[in-house]
């Protein structure tokens, strides 16, 4: 079966520091990957998606960005982070059917 | 950017009783998907509905799908305890990329 992972789980970084967020996928291959971003209390933005094996789509500007270096393996990444980038981030995977397959969530607070 | 919209967007109710939520989308869609989300955890796929359907059951669920409006209902009968969470809608287009555009869910508490 598959699963999805995310770590981890909560963050807590300082302005201006870097960031690192890695989602892995087992069991299915060549998946569609998704990071969204939700806001407290707020619906899910999707913040890039990927098709492939270094394929990213961006769907707004942003102060982050995303990579795919293997089949399985989605990145999300920031150089500095601003105040702005905290919230609740959600990796996710879809097949052919379209249903997509959520990860934990990892939740991040910059001070 | 979200295309869909729910309503209500908080909704208490008593176990036992039916729960009925709504989405309202803009453009055309191919498929309709609701989500459950228990508070800080990742999203529960439910149903999907596509473009063709009008009705569709699962358990205690039922969805309504009326394109000629733009919206959708989400029933869930007989509620428990555990059914409080927050539930999304969610449409896609088509596209092989399948991105899912979100609306800002609804709340429901079930109180025992």
Redesign the interface.
């Known amino acids: 079966s598959q699963t999805i992972h995310q770590w981890p789980a909560t963050l807590v970084q300082p302005v201006g520091s870097p960031l690192s967020l890695e989602c892995t996928v087992e069991g299915t291959s060549n998946p569609?990957l998704?990071w969204?971003r939700q806001a407290a209390?707020?619906?899910?933005?999707?913040l890039f998606?990927s098709?492939g094996i270094g394929q990213i789509?961006s769907?707004v500007p942003q102060n982050l960005s995303a990579s795919r270096p293997q089949d399985r393996q989605f990145i999300l990444s920031s150089k500095k982070l601003l105040l702005s980038d905290s919230g609740?981030y959600?990796c996710?995977w879809?097949g052919l059917?379209?249903?997509?397959?959520?990860?934990?969530?990892t939740?991040l607070t910059v001070l | 950017s979200q295309q869909g919209e729910e309503d209500p967007q908080a909704l208490s109710i008593q176990e036992g009783e039916n729960a009925t939520m709504n989405c309202s989308y803009k453009t055309s869609i191919n498929n309709l998907q609701w989500y459950r989300q228990n508070s800080g955890r990742g999203l529960v796929h439910l149903i999907l509905i596509r473009s063709n359907e009008r009705e569709k059951h699962s358990g205690r669920l039922r969805v309504t799908l009326d394109t000629s409006k733009k919206s959708s209902s989400l029933l869930i009968t007989a509620s428990r305890a555990a059914d409080t969470a927050s539930y999304f809608c969610a449409t896609d287009a088509g596209s092989n990329d399948y991105k899912l555009s979100f609306g800002a869910g609804t709340t429901v508490t079930v109180r025992a």
């Open positions: 569609n998704y969204y209390g707020r619906g899910l933005q999707l998606y098709v789509s769907e609740f959600l996710a879809s059917a379209g249903l997509q397959f959520f990860g934990p969530g939740r």
